[in-house]
Structures are given as C-alpha cells and as structure tokens.
C-alpha cells in the first residue's frame, strides 16, 4: 500500500529565503508526482508535476525534484514571498488514482 | 473560464438526508474523480470515472454514489447522511487514468448536523 509523507508539517519562514519541502513515498512504482498549493478554504492547484521518468521540474521560483529509486521528491522554492503562503501537497500516482501526502503548511512572513 | 466547477460550494444538512454535489468539467478530459478531504486535511481518492464508466471505488460506503451521464459530468448523490460525512469534497479531471496531470474543482464543503 502506497503512504506519502511529507516533512515538515508545518514550516515558518521570513521573507526572501530559499526553503525546500520533502515528500517520501514507500513504493516506486508510480506514473508521476505532482505538488499541488491549497489556500485556506481554497481548492488545489497544480504547480508542478514530474513523470516518473524524469528527474526534475522547474517553474518560476519552484523548482521540484524526483528521485524514485529511493522514494523522494523535493520542492525548492527560492526567494519565498509572503503570497507563498499556503499548504504545500505532493501525491504520487500509481495507475489511475493520486494519493496524497499529509501536506506542508508553509508561513511566510513579511 | 472554470476549468472544473462543483456545485454547491456549502452544503448544510440534518442527519439522515439525500443530497448531491455536481461537478462539470470543460477541458475535454476522459477521466473525472472524486476526493475527500477529512478535517484533518487529509485527502483520499473516493472515486475515478473513465468515460462515464467506473474504475476506481475506494471501499466508499454504498450511501455514496457517483453518476456521471456523460464524460463532462461526474455527480456524487451520498444517502442518509451521517455526521462522519462531515468534509470536504473535491471534484477532479485529467485527460486520461495514466499519467497525466490532475485538475482540481475549488470544493464542496459538506457539513451534516
């Protein structure tokens, strides 16, 4: 059975750091990862979202990685903004369903 | 332009009740699902339509029930409702059931008195 999780749960930061947020899956079997952002009583959106076969994904100041032989993803985002705020979720696909890890609820700080 | 829209947005109802949620989707996708979010934010696969046909049941109690008259449409109908049903509800879409990218609708807030 596949589990995501992601470290940390929650992570405070003040404007203009480099942060990274971690997601680890127990089996490599899968299609793709995606991150997702949730605002608060918000739906998801999609930012990122790397095929098993790659390596890694950029877009703007996020930057994701994929490492499946060891089961874990990395988002980087650079030079954080208070707007970064939200909580951070990566899921995994195996065929024809995402599951999702526990999410990173990310502060940013002016 | 709503990629994915679900209809209502706040559900409150007594125990006991009939309700639905609608979710339509306008990006010509072959693949709709439908996710819980439990109250601790967690989110689980419930359902995954292909083409109006049913391929993923997440072991979802028989009071939930998707209908999906066509591949645009994916409605869950959930009978007697139960305090536990108390989530939120998220309607998704990708093109097909590999490994492509998923596209979320903005939620149903469920709350059952």
């Known amino acids: 059975k596949q589990e995501v999780t992601q470290i940390p749960a929650a992570l405070s930061v003040p404007e203009g750091e480099n942060l990274v947020l971690n997601c680890s899956f127990t089996?490599?079997?899968?299609?793709?990862l995606q991150w997702f952002r949730q605002d608060p009583g918000k739906g998801l959106t999609s930012l990122l979202l790397i095929q098993s076969s790659q390596r890694e994904q950029t877009s703007g100041r996020l930057n994701a990685s994929l490492d499946k032989s060891s089961g874990r993803s990395t988002l980087y985002i650079a030079a954080s903004q208070p707007g970064d705020s939200a909580t951070y979720l990566c899921?995994?696909?195996?065929?024809?369903?995402?599951?999702f890890g526990t999410g990173t609820r990310l502060l940013v700080s002016p | 332009d709503t990629a994915v829209s679900q209809t209502p947005k706040y559900l409150v109802t007594q125990m006991g009740n009939d309700k639905s949620i609608k979710c339509e989707q306008n990006?010509?996708?072959?693949?709709m699902y439908w996710y819980k979010q439990d109250s601790k934010k967690f989110l689980k696969i419930m359902f995954s339509y292909n083409n109006k046909e049913l391929i993923i049941n997440e072991t979802v109690p028989n009071r939930f029930s998707p209908k999906s008259p066509d591949k645009a449409h994916l409605n869950l109908h959930i009978n007697s409702l139960e305090l536990g049903d108390s989530a939120v509800y998220f309607c998704a879409s990708s093109q097909v059931s590999g490994g492509t990218e998923q596209f979320f609708g903005p939620g149903t807030r469920l709350t059952v008195l």
């Open positions: 899921a995994v696909r195996p065929p024809q369903k995402l599951v």
């Open positions: 990006l010509g996708h072959d693949t």
């Open positions: 089996d490599s079997a899968i299609y793709n």
